[in-house]
């Protein structure tokens, strides 16, 4: 009898300890300066190269980007991040081309950085 060696999150390469049901966190390799991504579809990946601590900040961080998706006041594609410092506000566009993504003083990130304090320093 074939018995399988991983389950299926680890097959699918998910960290079931950081996922929650509506929001799956992927592990994967994204180099060696990115620690995380949200993504437009509502998942996370995070770099599988961070210990447990920096994993853990990094959703925490991420997590905090699916909210801004969510209740509108950010969302991109691949041209462009489309900003609402406020759900009142008319929307920005941002080329990315622009900016260096995750830099501290973007206006989205700025927020999520004073709340999470610890992520990427």
């Known amino acids: 009898m074939y018995q399988m060696k991983n389950n299926i999150h680890g ?49 925490e ?11 509108g006041t950010v969302r991109y594609d691949s041209k462009n991040i489309y900003y609402k410092p406020n759900l009142s506000s008319p929307m920005q566009v941002i080329p990315r081309e622009k900016i260096i993504e995750g830099n501290h003083g973007l206006p989205w990130e700025k927020s999520i950085y004073k709340k999470t304090k610890t992520y990427a320093k």
């Open 11 to 59: 097959l699918l390469g998910i960290n079931k300890k950081l996922s929650t049901y509506d929001v799956p966190v992927f592990e994967k390799d994204l180099g060696d300066k990115l620690w995380g991504a949200a993504n437009n579809d509502m998942t996370i990946h995070i770099n599988k190269k961070l210990n447990n601590k920096q994993k853990k900040q990094a959703v």
């Open 61 to 71: 961080h991420e997590m905090e980007h699916i909210k801004q998706f969510r209740n």
